[in-house]
């Protein structure tokens, strides 16, 4: 099993960035994909971005192309989501997500375990 912890949240500056950790424990070897979601109160989970755990691919939702950048340090087991010229529609907690096989990328379903989320706040 795999633990995920996120950080990096906080209150910024429309036009600020962030760059948000989400930290790997335990059994990180078997992952085979990490996303990232956000979710505001009464929405669902919205998909992010996601990257292979051992490999390049990154897949990025089309809302957050540009401005979003996921990457991977495997020897520290922590992915990350880079946030530039960030919006007020960028507040939401952000979760990260681990999978352990090949599958649906793009929603909730598709992973296995979660982070208990950071709060980004973007201030107009």
């Known amino acids: 099993q795999v633990q995920l912890v996120e950080s990096g949240g906080g209150l910024v500056q429309a036009g600020g960035s962030l760059r948000l950790s989400c930290a790997a424990s335990?059994?990180?070897?078997?992952?085979?994909?990490v996303g990232w979601f956000r979710q505001v109160p009464g929405k669902e989970r919205e998909f992010v971005a996601a990257?292979?755990?051992?490999?390049?691919?990154?897949i990025y939702a089309d809302s957050v192309k540009g401005r979003f950048t996921i990457s991977r340090d495997n020897s520290a087991d922590t992915v990350y989501l880079q946030i530039i010229s960030l919006k007020p529609e960028d507040t939401a907690v952000y979760y990260c997500?681990?999978?352990?096989?090949?599958?649906?990328?793009?929603?909730?379903?598709?992973?296995?375990?979660w982070g208990q989320g950071t709060q980004v706040n973007v201030s107009s």
């Open positions: 997500a681990a999978t352990y096989r090949p599958g649906v990328v793009r929603n909730e379903k598709g992973y296995d375990e």
């Open positions: 335990g059994r990180t070897f078997s992952i085979y994909r």
């Open positions: 990257i292979l755990w051992n490999g390049d691919s990154t």
